[in-house]
């Protein structure tokens, strides 16, 4: 049977202008020319739906940049680059400035800590539950979003600081978050999808 691939990369063919993907396409970041201008990148593919594994992925922040403006998520393929993770319908986002998570909507919901450079946000996908959920310098910070069923979904990155950088770790190096074992079992077989709908708060327009 062949396997679908995961996302590897970011490529120029899939974010907005001011962007600049490097090291391979494991480092975006956004120029000073660019001012505050929120723009994202999406990663080369679509996560692909395992019930059997948890998904995840993470950022480390090497340059906050001017303003603190920085967003990890996923998305959807039809979603617009041009702003920040969850800004847009069928986008979803944790914060840096404010430590919010955004919903697919401008006004975030209080979830986590702020961060900012040399701090590692990871962002994990549980088809099974049916919810996202985020870790900041290796701390699991709880269910964020619950996952529509049946939507494709791509890790995206936002900034619109200018100066910041941010590096990619799809895996090919060891995640500072190892938890995803523990937190499996903890979870256990008879956790359903409702855990991650009671988790995401009530505005989140998902349920």
């Known amino acids: 049977m062949h396997k679908i691939p995961s996302p590897s990369v970011f490529t120029d063919q899939d974010k907005a202008p001011g962007l600049i993907i490097e090291d391979n396409g494991l480092s975006i970041s956004l120029p000073v020319r660019w001012g505050s201008a929120a723009q ?20 480390t922040v090497v340059d906050e940049g001017d303003g603190k403006r920085i967003g990890l998520g996923f998305c959807a393929k039809h979603t617009s680059l041009n ?39 990871g962002c994990g996908v549980d088809f ?3 919810f996202a959920f985020y870790t900041l310098n290796a701390e699991y910070l709880g269910p964020a979003f619950s996952i529509k069923e049946g939507l494709r979904i791509w890790p995206v990155v936002g900034m619109g600081s200018a100066g910041a950088k941010v590096t990619i770790n799809f895996g090919q190096r060891k995640f500072v978050w190892d938890g995803i074992d523990d937190l499996e079992e903890r979870l256990g077989d008879d956790t359903v ?11 989140c327009g998902l349920h």
């Not at 994202?40 to 996560?47: E, G, Q, S, V």
């Not at 999808?193 to 505005?203: L, M, Q, R, S, T």
């Open 83 to 121: 702003g920040m993770p969850g800004w847009e319908e069928d986008s979803w986002g944790y914060h840096a400035d404010d430590g919010a998570k955004f919903p697919g909507r401008s006004q975030g919901l209080k979830y986590g800590p702020v961060y900012g450079t040399g701090d590692v946000v």
């Open 40 to 59: 994202c990148a999406r990663a080369d593919t679509f996560i692909p739906v395992d019930h059997d594994r948890m998904y995840y992925f993470e950022m």
């Open 128 to 130: 099974k539950r049916g």
């Open 193 to 203: 999808i409702e855990y991650g709908k009671d988790a995401c708060c009530e505005n």
